[in-house]
């Protein structure tokens, strides 16, 4: 039974993907939407049935298929893993997956390949449902790689613009440098322990028999979190994730945001026995992380396009969830990865909506006075922005907190570095509110005559996202936090200890919901009180000029990597393979000379064929007796 049931839960995306594929364009648009948006479905009813079984069992449900891979004692077995965790961020995938696909009938209506976009899609929640469910690294790895084909598909979807081509081939790259580091991680990890599997890994670990390599075991950990480090946009393998902006929106919500840019947080948390074991590399993740969460809050201060202000956002609050793993708080990680999807699910999708009443305007210079054209999706973004500022009561408020509060205890720097991210979120957020809904209308005039909110298809998943983002905090209250317990079979060997609320807990939690206030506040001093605009391409100057040009890392990379590469790339081909080529070309050119001056010997004359009989056999018979 279980073993169909996860079957399904796997594989319905899969036929959504196939029958889009081969009968899309037969079903129109509708029918190809609602048949993706269906599969979707499905999943998430199967999953919300494993759910439901292990919330109330605590037992983890494993499943092999069959063996895979067995050579002498290395064996890994083709199986799936359903524990709390993976069901977990099953519920998010495929739940918020369902509302993006029902989200996209209408954004994508008018797209003349919406079957295309939508098996894309379905293919998409496949390979990370794959991902989620593998019960060992191999498996894992399939549904990542998986991902990343399908990112680099939907980012250039719209392919005949040659920079979302660039965007998606630079999202591909620097994915697969990531990558090298995962695959070296888990070759390091096969040689030290003969199999791949999760639970056979941590009990080895737990066993004790691997502590004499303590060193191999750092490196795997560092190798790994590499590999999580392309996959969730960190420090230095971040720059591809605004630039994925360029793939329509709803994609932007549900692999940029909401899903497959956690799947860093999800293996590190997978994995959290070895990393346990690894207090250096764990020292690394929360370096990196805070100081990824402050680089993209400061470039986010000053972008202008609307998706680019998420996206950078988006990188730093990963950048947060790898600080809390970092202090070894898998728990409050998973928490706010949870809570993020809801709100900045909502936020992209919200910015979609302004996008969509905007016929494709994403500058934020041209919007204005939109809050009351557009009332649900005002509403609903700032209920996420609140959210995501770290406003009491709403869902970021308890997990951004909570991942501050293991800060302060934790390292009081990178307390600091999180704090002021976090103010910084704070304004760059309601600096987008303020330009996109406030003030007046600065767009064309034919883009105010047709101002209008935006159909039930699009405002239904924003009001359920928006709801979820006010209350999803409901789920790890301090002192109550139901997804402590539910997680706490997994980590029973090293649970986080849950901090209770004494005077230095509620100053720190009135130190950021001040620090916010701050940010909002300043946002509002000179957005609305003072009316600015930002300033022009041409006219930003000084250190403004430097975050808008995001640091100028982008140009770094270029010299120091893409411009080198380029140049040996060309050497290679301009003298090593031409030397290659005329060394294989010349030994053809040889073959061929020779045989056309041995087909001369092949004239037809029989008595020139017996005279070479004659001497062929006095040659052997000298041979032969001379020799002696």
Known sequence: MDTNLALLLLLAPFAGFLINVFLGKKLGHNGAGYLGTAAVVVSFIVTLVFFMNINGT?????????????????????????????????????????????????????????????AYLNLFVFFM???????????????????????????????????????????????????????????????????????????????????????????????LFIGACGKSAQIPLYTWLPDAMAGPTPVSALIHAATMVTAGIFMVTRLHFLFDLAPVVQDVIAVVGAFTALLAATIGLVQNDIKKVLAYSTVSQLGLMFLALGMGAYEVAVFHVITHAFFKACLFLGSGSVIHALHGEQDMRNMGGLRKAMPITFITMLVSSLAISGIFPLAGFWSKDEILMVAFHGNISLWVIGSIA????????????????????????????????????????????????????????????????????LFAEKQHEAHHLGSTEYMLMAVATIGALIGIGYAYAKYIKQRQLPETDENISGFNKVLYNKYYVDEAYELLFVKPINVLSRFFRDYVEAAVSGFVFGLAKVTSEVGYQGKKLQNGNVGFYLFAFVLGVCAIISYVFLAK
């Open 422 to 489: 976090s103010i910084m979120t704070a304004f760059y957020m309601f600096r987008l509110m303020y330009l996109t809904f406030f003030n007046d209308f600065r767009g064309t005039d034919e883009q105010k005559h047709h101002l209008h909110e935006s159909p039930g298809l699009i405002t239904f998943p924003l009001i359920v996202l928006g709801i979820l983002a006010a209350i999803g905090g409901l789920i790890s209250l301090p002192g109550n936090s139901w997804l402590n317990h539910y997680l706490a079979p």
């Open 58 to 118: 605590g037992k983890a449900v494993e499943l092999k298929l069959f063996d895979w891979i067995s050579i002498k004692n290395f064996k890994i077995e083709f199986g799936f893993l359903l524990d709390q965790l993976s069901v977990l961020w099953l519920m998010f995938v495929t739940g918020i997956g369902s509302l993006i696909h029902l989200y996209s009938i209408s954004y994508m209506h008018d797209d003349e390949n919406m079957h295309k976009f939508f």
């Open 129 to 223: 449902i794959s991902l989620v469910m593998g019960s060992n690294l191999l498996v894992m790895f399939i549904g990542w790689e998986g991902v990343g084909l399908c990112s680099y598909l939907l980012i250039g979807f719209w392919y005949k613009n040659q920079d979302y081509n660039d965007a998606a081939k630079k999202a591909f790259i620097m994915n697969r440098i990531g990558d090298l580091g995962l695959l070296i991680g888990i070759f390091i990890l096969a040689s030290l322990f003969s199999t791949l599997n999760f639970a056979e890994m941590k009990a080895m670990i737990l066993g004790g028999t691997q502590s004499g390599n303590t060193v191999w075991l750092a490196a795997a950990a560092l190798a």
